[in-house]
Nanobody
Framework: QVQLVESGGGLVQAGGSLRLSCAAS????????MGWYRQAPGKQRELVAA???????NYADSVKDRFTISRDNAKTTVYLQMNGLKPEDTGVYYC?????????WGQGTQVTVSS
């Protein structure tokens, strides 16, 4: 089992910045990738950004050049630096980890961007 604890959400004005953190614990060996998904009201959950164990990153087109995913040296914490936030970035942000063939999710943290 992998436990994921998120922090850093909140309310920010358009153009502002937020930094999300996600700490993994438990059976953290063999984690293939970690990342962030978000879900806006009435919409499906979508990938925002992910980083593999090898360091490769992947971003949704809508956040490229604004968001940056990174991780600590121990590879147990991932961060999502969000700059130039837009109202359409509003949603619940979920940390995700994939270990072997299993998917793990955090409880979610609300990000609200006001216009």
């Amino acid at each position: 089992q992998v436990q994921l604890v998120e922090s850093g959400g909140g309310l920010v004005q358009a153009g502002g910045s937020l930094r999300l953190s996600c700490a993994a614990s438990g059976s953290i060996s063999s984690i293939n990738s970690m990342g962030w998904y978000r879900q806006a009201p009435g919409k499906q959950r979508e990938l925002v950004a992910a980083v593999t164990s090898g360091g490769s990153t992947n971003y949704a087109d809508s956040v490229k050049d604004r968001f940056t995913i990174s991780r600590d040296n121990a590879k147990t914490t991932v961060y999502l630096q969000m700059n130039g936030l837009k109202p359409e970035d509003t949603g619940v942000y979920y940390c995700h980890a994939r270990r072997l063939v299993f998917n793990y999710w955090g409880q979610g943290t609300q990000v609200t961007v006001s216009s």
